[in-house]
């Protein structure tokens, strides 16, 4: 059975970094094109980072230059790394492997 794990998230002061991290279980991990969204609260569900299979990433503009993904097919795990938070930035962060499985999502809170 699929699975899709996230950690990481947390309460973090503005300019401050998180990594957030997301392992995967009962899929083939290395084959996946994996990606990282966001949704904050009234909004809805965003795109924020994608890896492919081959290691090409992508990002949308807000964050580009600040959050940087990655991923360890050993472990079978992606990760962001979150630099530079900005209140805005807040929201419940999730994992998806394209365009299959949803994890159920990590809290990241920006605020002084």
């Known amino acids: 059975q699929a699975q899709l794990v996230e950690s990481g998230g947390g309460l973090v002061q503005p300019g401050g970094s998180l990594r957030l991290s997301c392992k995967a279980s009962g899929i083939i991990f290395s084959t996946f094109t994996m990606a990282w969204y966001r949704q904050a609260p009234g909004n809805q569900r965003e795109l924020v980072a994608t890896?492919?299979?081959?290691?090409?990433?992508g990002y949308v503009d807000p964050v580009k230059g600040r959050f940087t993904i990655s991923r360890d097919n050993a472990k079978a795990t992606v990760y962001l790394q979150m630099n530079n938070l900005k209140p805005e930035d807040t929201a419940v962060y999730y994992c998806?492997?394209?365009?299959?499985?949803w994890g159920q999502g990590t809290q990241v809170t920006v605020s002084s």
């Open positions: 998806r492997a394209v365009d299959r499985y």
């Open positions: 890896i492919s299979a081959a290691d090409t990433t």
